[in-house]
């Protein structure tokens, strides 16, 4: 899937580590695919706070000389995709603010439900707001509560809000993580090998930086970092968890564990289940790369039918400044993704694919194809229709946009110019990522909001 679904953004922190700074650069470099539109650190040296942050990707932002400047064993940091807020240097990440106990820098990913209402709130209060982003409302909710420890001001604060969030809070001195009640959003707790704690949306990060994954922090706990102690777990909320089904199906890295299990698996069986449900006679199975790879492999595997690679993707095309038209869009595809004729043609082909938004892409890929040689495509999707916006942290495109809520499959089919189309539906998609509960958000696929 290459169009108009994103993740908001990826935090990380890092506590008790002579090299904090550098440790939270290098895990934002393995969690950029969740954000690129901006970057930053915010350490703590035990008496002061340093930010940095700029648009653009953590490379870009970062180097030797700024890290330096960001002293102080305890860090934490934000790649961010914008889903609330504006694109200014101002909504980026951490977000920072001095008040009556200090200084604190807060990263959050998600998005509160109840935004516009505790702002508004807080406004006629008095407050006065630098950005557009709702993280900011924590800021002013710490600050104006009447507890006297930054402990009971964070619990007070997460009370009033609702929604999405997987946060982390830096202090002077401490660092604290936490999860929504509903844990729609991955947050995993490590233990670096040379001393320190790491806690980030994924799994793929503590890899990076040699971390040993200890356990997801759970559904409504907070976690509190403090020196030469071991994180101490509050429960601020009973658990009821709806995690995220999008990370398995997109979001996360196939490299990660997210939610417990591996992401490059679920995909894996997610291919390995539509196979079963949405059988087609081809004489190759393709990825659309690199969304589409895992799944497409689960399939080949489970039919029998051989797997190439069908498609090649250039990973070095950003954004460009031609004119949006139509035969622009179409040349903007082909500079991304180029068929291997050679392979193709002739064949009858299956193509896998994680989602279909507005289908516009993937009538792209199914004509270049064609033109490729290809007898026959069969488009196979590792996923439900998406026919409903995300409200949790997740930048979809409105209803009307979405092309699933205002055709059938059979249309879908047509306008895409494909031989034949097919998804997974909801029961395999919970089989294949091992649901035995119904613990898992598919408001995207079903219109079932949770909050």
Not at 109 to 134: C, H, P, S, W, Y
Not at 149 to 167: H, P, T
Request: net charge neutral.
């Amino acid at each position: 899937m290459l169009e108009n679904m994103n993740e908001k953004c990826a935090v990380v922190g890092i506590y008790g580590h002579k090299e904090a700074s550098k440790l939270a650069y290098f895990s934002l470099h393995a969690l950029q695919h969740r954000g690129q539109e901006a970057a930053g650190i915010s350490s703590s040296d035990g008496e002061k706070l340093h930010t940095i942050k700029d648009r653009g990707l953590v490379m870009k932002v970062f180097n030797e000389q700024k890290l330096a400047t960001l002293s102080g064993t305890n860090a934490i940091g934000h790649t961010r995709y914008s889903t609330a807020g504006d694109d200014s240097i101002l909504d980026a990440q951490p977000v920072f603010a001095r008040y009556d106990l200090g200084e604190m820098a807060i990263v959050h990913n998600g998005n509160l439900t109840n935004a516009d209402e505790v702002r508004n709130a807080l406004i006629k209060k008095g407050a006065i707001f630098q950005t557009f982003m709702d993280t900011e409302n924590l800021i002013h909710l710490i600050a104006k509560s009447e507890k006297e420890k930054l402990l009971d001001r964070i619990i007070d604060a997460v009370k009033r809000i609702e929604g999405a969030f997987s946060l982390v809070f830096l202090s002077r001195t401490k660092m604290f993580a936490m999860r929504d009640r509903h844990g729609f959003r991955p947050l995993s707790l490590g233990r670096i090998a040379n001393g320190g704690y790491v806690v980030a949306s994924e799994t793929c990060a503590f890899d990076l930086i040699g971390a040993e994954f200890i356990r997801d922090v759970e559904p409504g706990e907070l976690l509190i970092f403090e020196q030469d102690k071991a994180p101490i777990s509050v429960k601020v909320f009973e658990p009821t968890p709806k995690k995220c089904i999008f990370e398995y199906v997109y979001f996360a890295r196939p490299d990660s564990k997210v939610f417990g299990q591996s992401v490059y698996q679920m995909r894996k069986n997610m291919g390995a289940e539509l196979s079963k449900i949405r059988p087609v006679e081809a004489d190759m199975v393709i990825p659309v790369p690199d969304g589409g790879v895992p799944s497409a492999i689960g399939y080949s595997q489970a039919s029998g039918i051989p797997y190439e690679m069908g498609i090649m993707r250039n990973h070095y095309i950003g954004r460009t400044f031609i004119e949006p038209t139509q035969e622009m869009r179409d040349l903007k595809v082909k500079m991304k993704l180029s068929p291997m004729t050679d392979i193709i043609k002739g064949k009858r082909v299956i193509v896998i694919d994680d989602s279909i938004v507005r289908g516009t892409t993937s009538r792209r890929i199914v004509k270049m194809l064609k033109e490729a040689g290809a007898s026959e495509v069969h488009m196979r999707i590792s996923s439900p229709p998406t026919t409903d916006p995300c409200f949790y942290g997740v930048d979809t495109p409105d209803k009307e946009k979405l092309i699933a809520s205002n055709m059938s499959t059979d249309e879908i089919c047509d306008f895409i110019e494909a031989d034949s189309l097919a998804y997974l539906d909801s029961d395999a998609l919970l089989r294949s990522v091992n649901a035995t509960t119904d613990d898992y958000c598919t408001a995207c696929f079903t219109g079932k909001y949770i909050v």
